[in-house]
């Protein structure tokens, strides 16, 4: 079992900055992948960065140059830090860690979720 905790999230305003934070417990997890996704209301959950276990990334392209992923596996912990933010970047996001060590741009991908932190970028 891994518990995940999503941290990080708030109000800010556009060209902003956020640094959000999943930590993981229960298990070690340096040998998966981890995703970040989000979800806006009414929209469907959606990819935004993965980080394999040797941390290679790849991201959605409109946070392409803005977004960064990172991880400190003795710490148990992924970043997700977020420059340059846009109104439509506001979500709830979700860290996920992957089933298998390579990364994905699908949910299905991933076996144990966070509960999600809110960002809210204002215009």
């Known amino acids: 079992q891994v518990q995940l905790v999503e941290s990080g999230g708030g109000l800010v305003q556009a060209g902003g900055s956020l640094r959000l934070s999943c930590a993981a417990s229960g298990r070690t997890f340096s040998s998966y992948a981890i995703g970040w996704f989000r979800q806006a209301p009414g929209k469907e959950r959606e990819f935004v960065a993965f980080i394999t276990s040797p941390g290679n990334t790849n991201y959605k392209d409109s946070v392409k140059g803005r977004f960064t992923i990172s991880r400190d596996n003795a710490k148990n912990t992924v970043y997700l830090q977020m420059n340059s933010l846009k109104p439509e970047d506001t979500a709830v996001y979700f860290c996920?860690?992957?089933?298998w060590g390579i990364g994905s741009y699908y949910a299905s991908a991933y076996g144990y979720w966070g509960q999600g932190t809110q960002v809210t970028v204002s215009s």
């Open positions: 996920a860690v992957g089933k």
